[in-house]
Structure formats: C-alpha cells, structure tokens
C-alpha cells in the first residue's frame, strides 16, 4: 500500500476551502493509502503566536480531522512538535538547502513583503515541510496548487541528498484535486479563501452557524448579468460558487448550469446555502463531542507512537548517510 502525507497549520479556524481543498481528499484517500496527517504546529511559529490560543488550535483542528471522516484506524493522526524526528530531519535537510531556493519562494516573499523584522523560520520552513513527507517514504501528497512549489523543492532536496549520501528517500508526487483545489475568497474571487482575512465576509469556517453560512454566500460577490455560468476568467464569483456547489453535492458543473438556467443568483445562492450547511452541521456535531473528551488524547498518543517510530527509522538512516554520531558496532 501506498503512503501520503499532509499536514495543516494550527493557525486559526479551519475554512470551507481547506476542508474542500484537503480534509475531504484525505477522507477519500484513507480508504486506499495509508494516511499519515499531521497538526503542523511548529510551521505555525513562523511568525508569533499567542501560545494559549496555538494549544487550543491544535486540539481543535485534530478534532476537525476527524469529525471530517478521519478514521484513526485507517489513519495516522499526531501532532508535528511530539514527533522530535521532525525538527531533526528539518535541520539536515536544512544544511543540503540553498538560499536562492528559499528566497525565490513566493510565499516567503508575500509574508515577508513590508516587514522590518522577518523570522529566519519563514524563510528556512520548506526543509522542515519537505522533512514532514520524506521521513514516511511518502508516495504522494494531496496539496493545494499554492504548495506546488513547496512539494517541487520537497522533490529536489531528496533527489540531491539520494545522490549525493544514500539512496533512502521516496520522491514524492503532487495529487491537486481537479475541482475545488483552489477555493476562493466570497469578496475577492480572484483571490485564495483565507481564515487570516480581515473581512470575515470572505470566508467560511467549519464552526460557523448556519444564518452565518447562509448571510456570507448570499453576500459573495458575482456579477452584474444574472446568469449562473462557469467562466473562470470573465465571471470568477459565480465559478467559485460553482465549483464549491459541484464538489460538494456531486453534481457537475454541466448539470448545475442547466438547474439554474434562468433563474439568477437568488435561488442559486439559497440552494448553495442548504447544501453548505448539510456539508458541515454533521462535522460540527461530532467536533463537539470530540473536542474536550478523552477519546480525542487517545487517539493523537497513539498516533504520535506510530508517526515516533517510523520517523525515528528514518532518521537514523539520514544521520548514518550524513555520518553523524558514533558508528555503533
């Protein structure tokens, strides 16, 4: 069986796009893959902080995992900083890196744009991540396309250290889902869904209400025309509703367009409304049950035994290709 990986950061509440975007391609891929799915809390520390909201994001977001359809039976569940092996992998991979790699990432250049002072993890932080698959032999790693450049750095720093110490890496490939991969803003259509937008309008969350869920899509941006079409470039509004209406109700984009031929955004948009709460009300009932329970300690100790104990091989073959350490007998 083949092995993926994929970690989120703990940085607030999760978004109707990650869920869409990664949490339901993990549920669909732990039925053929054997799934290792990570909390990455200490990416999240790139930039500052509070540390008592970081703990409660982390529980939270696992708990999401799996009130998504995570099964911890068929999935490996733990959290990023109880698996040691994580930061020590980072760190040789950190000394095969080069610094024009790191700064020619796009996301370092947006996060770092007009800021006096710039955490040197922001611009280190993709040997940590391409650590976090290479350390599971992973095969493939469902991410969104603004990873894409990650997971082709992920690629070459294990390509480089095969060549160059030992052959122990698997090269990982990039699985971006064809629908919904991109989720974008409710306000700015041509931009990304992101919980660090300050307009809260723009995006949703798992934990939002259902009046909310139904006042944010009735208020997303489209057009003047009134015409439900797909048209990515000349109607980006309207296609993000589509694409989110279509992934998550199962019907195609085709099928949706004929539904609503005639009918402008009203009724389309109150429809979108009823299927996006019926995608997440029954999340949000079992986050709740999950969310301060035993059953959810239990389940991330036995995955962080797992994650240790794979990840630990997996170091101990790096360090003995780098030629750190004593020789033992």
């Known amino acids: 069986m083949k092995t993926i990986f994929s970690g989120i950061q703990p940085s607030g509440t999760i978004t109707l796009g990650n869920y869409i975007g990664a949490m339901k391609q993990f549920v669909e891929l732990q039925e053929e893959y054997n799934s290792f799915l990570c909390v990455v809390d200490q990416h999240a520390i790139t930039v500052a902080q509070d540390k008592q909201q970081l703990r409660k994001n982390i529980k939270s977001l696992a708990a999401l ?9 068929k999935s490996t569940l733990f959290i990023q900083s109880e698996v040691p092996a994580h930061a020590q992998a980072g760190w040789m991979l950190q000394c095969i890196t080069y610094i024009g790699e790191l700064e020619r990432m796009t996301q370092f250049k947006d996060k ?15 040997p940590l991540m391409a650590a976090d698959i290479l350390l599971y032999k992973t095969d493939l790693v469902p991410v969104g396309e603004d990873q894409k450049q990650h997971l082709e750095l992920t690629r070459d720093l294990a390509e480089r250290f095969n060549k160059k110490y030992n052959d122990i890496f698997t090269i990982p490939d990039v699985r971006i889902a064809k629908v919904g991969a991109r989720v974008m803003s409710l306000q700015e259509p041509t931009k990304k869904m992101s919980k660090s937008d300050p307009n809260s ?21 489209t057009d003047s025309d009134g015409i439900v079409k797909y048209d990515k470039d000349n109607k980006p509004g309207v296609s993000n509703l589509l694409s989110i209406y279509s992934i998550l109700s199962g019907e195609t984009i085709d099928h949706l367009e004929k539904k609503y031929e005639g009918k402008g955004y009203g009724e389309f948009k109150g429809d979108l409304a009823e299927v996006v709460v019926d ?28 994650a ?19 020789k033992k007998k």
Do not use: W
Request: aromatic share 6%; no cysteine; glycine share 6%.
């Open 65 to 73: 995992y799996l009130a998504s359809g995570i099964d911890p039976e």
């Open 112 to 126: 770092s744009e007009g800021k006096e002072a710039v955490s040197a993890g922001l611009l280190t932080y993709p």
């Open 201 to 221: 309008k723009a995006f949703i969350t798992l934990l939002d209400e259902p009046k909310q869920i139904e006042k944010k899509i009735k208020s997303a941006v």
């Open 279 to 306: 995608t997440i009300k029954p999340i949000q009932d079992r986050y709740y049950e999950l969310i301060n329970s035993e059953e959810l300690d239990h389940i991330l100790d036995r995955g962080a035994e797992k």
């Open 308 to 326: 240790n104990f794979v990840a630990n091989k997996m170091v101990k073959k790096m360090e003995k290709a780098l030629g750190l350490g004593r």
